[in-house]
């Protein structure tokens, strides 16, 4: 009795107006289809099948996650696109039907609908709406609201009468494998859009004394499908809401809720504060008491304890140790390991570099391909020259080494414990430990120079 997924994905989504087949425009960073996908995975489905045909190549290129693929070539319906992800279905199996552009159903709902499935009876995703143009009816006994459900009118084949029904279907459906084996042949396409209406299950399982139980999403968006952009950015914020909602009843203050995206996971410690427009992207960690500045952007970064991230930060695949104090206007570029109370001010670019316990780079500089250890104080306008046109060197500098603002330090290149480099100097040689190097040209003044004045 396993559980397998249906997820259908053909639709070509025109009202995208988009090269990108639709189930890949990006909701938080990650396709439509994954979403889908994920909530699938975590009702440990035994297998999970994706029908595909507008753009099949790319979608099956960009998706990340394990699952089977199947064909429609030609989009003849929904009932037709189920028809092409049977393989491998079993007559006991309880099988879920759904859709690759409705990306935020909860997997709660979908397990309601899984738990309701016996040989007798089927479930179907049903919600009262205001305005349900354009969803297929819910039509029940009697025609009245606690009636059972005999079936499901599209939008284009109902009456008048029918029409008025509020209550609409929003596609999904749970199943035993034998129905949806013996009853899916049974569809034909004799209706207004001369499509294989899948929707003809209901009054099929129904004529086969299989009754219909309808369950409800705690919340409308659940149901919400992605066919143009702007209903792309209405999902986009439901969900970045719920994301923000997450956080601050974990323990994170937020000044603007509306204004944090999390484009992949965020996980945190307590009392973490957050000024607006934060980007976190990819897997992030913020430790206890991390205060994070305005403007800032975070891609697969971790932050220790007691951190203080300024504004206007970007900081990308690095590590941060505890009580640091970053920016405004830092960028840490990947592979910054920083360990505690290490300190970069304003303008400076850090790339790929190793940086000991309380040391220092203040002010505007460039430290790539390096290795700092402990209490290093780099002066203002600093640069590791690590490029020599071809290949990248690395520059390290020992425990309470001092740079003097302005130097280049070319490498490959050691300065030693201690050290002190003289500013403005061009280090290319060793600067030894405990003596100071300073290679910059001897300053003379010349008593005999005039200022010229302008000739009239
Ligand atoms: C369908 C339902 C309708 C329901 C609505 C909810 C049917 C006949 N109707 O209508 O009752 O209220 O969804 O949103 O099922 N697809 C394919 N291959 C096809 C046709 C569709 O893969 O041949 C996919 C689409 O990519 C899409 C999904 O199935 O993800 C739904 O198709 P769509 O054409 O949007 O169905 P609706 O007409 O909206
Ligand atoms: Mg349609």
């Given at each position: ?309 300024k504004a206007n930060c970007v900081i990308e695949d690095s590590v941060i140790g505890e009580n640091g104090d970053i920016g405004p206007y830092a960028r840490l570029r990947p592979g910054c390991e920083f360990d505690d109370n290490v300190k970069i001010g304003n303008f400076v670019e850090v790339k ?105």
């Amino acid at each position: 009795m396993a559980i397998r997924l249906i997820i259908l994905a053909a639709g070509k989504g025109t009202r995208m107006k988009s090269q990108l087949p639709k189930v890949l425009h990006p909701l938080a960073g990650k396709p439509l289809l994954g979403h889908v996908i994920d909530t699938g995975l975590s009702l440990n489905a035994s297998g999970i099948t994706v029908v595909i045909g507008h753009g099949a190549e790319k979608v099956k290129q960009s998706i990340e996650q394990n699952v089977q693929w199947a064909m429609q070539t030609e989009q003849l319906g929904t009932a037709h696109a189920v028809m092409q992800g049977l393989e491998g279905i079993q007559d006991d199996d309880t099988v879920l039907l759904t859709y690759g552009d409705v990306p935020l159903t909860r997997a709660s709902t979908y397990q309601k609908l899984l738990d309701v499935v016996t040989d007798s009876c089927i479930g179907l995703l049903t919600l009262q709406m205001d305005d349900p143009t354009g969803y297929g009816r819910i039509i029940r006994q009697g025609n009245s609201a606690d009636g059972d459900i005999i079936g499901i009118v599209e939008q284009k084949d109902a009456s008048p009468q029918q029409l008025a029904i509020k209550e609409g279907n929003c596609g999904v459906i749970s199943i035993r494998g034998k129905w949806l084996l013996s009853l899916l042949q049974q569809i034909g396409n004799d209706n207004a859009q001369g499509e294989y209406y899948l929707t003809d299950l209901i009054s099929l399982a129904v004529e086969n004394k299989v009754s219909v139980q309808a369950i409800h999403p705690d919340d409308a968006w659940e149901t919400d499908g992605v066919n143009s952009r702007v209903q792309l950015a209405t999902l986009e914020r439901v969900h970045q809401w719920n994301q923000a909602q997450t956080l601050m009843e974990g323990g994170v203050t937020l000044h603007d809720p509306s204004r944090v995206d999390i484009r992949g996971v965020l996980t945190h410690g307590t009392d973490v504060d957050i000024d607006i427009n934060a980007v976190f992207i990819g897997h992030c960690h913020v430790g206890n008491n991390v205060s994070i500045g305005p403007n800032c952007t975070f891609c697969n970064a971790t932050i220790g304890d007691g951190t203080t991230i300024k504004a206007n930060c970007v900081i990308e695949d690095s590590v941060i140790g505890e009580n640091g104090d970053i920016g405004p206007y830092a960028r840490l570029r990947p592979g910054c390991e920083f360990d505690d109370n290490v300190k970069i001010g304003n303008f400076v670019e850090v790339k790929k570099a190793r940086i000991g316990k309380g040391s220092k780079v203040n002010h505007l500089s460039y430290v790539g391909d390096a290795e700092l250890a402990e209490n290093v104080n780099v002066g203002a306008g600093t640069i590791t020259c690590n490029f020599d046109g071809a290949n990248k060197h690395k520059t390290e500098i020992g425990a309470g080494a001092f740079i003097g603002s302005n130097s280049a330090l070319v490498a490959p290149v050691v300065i030693g414990a201690n050290a002190t480099v003289g500013a403005g100097s061009t280090i290319s040689k060793e600067a030894p430990e405990g003596q100071l190097t300073v290679t910059r040209a001897k300053q003379t003044t010349i008593d005999s120079w005039k200022r010229p004045v302008k000739e009239s």
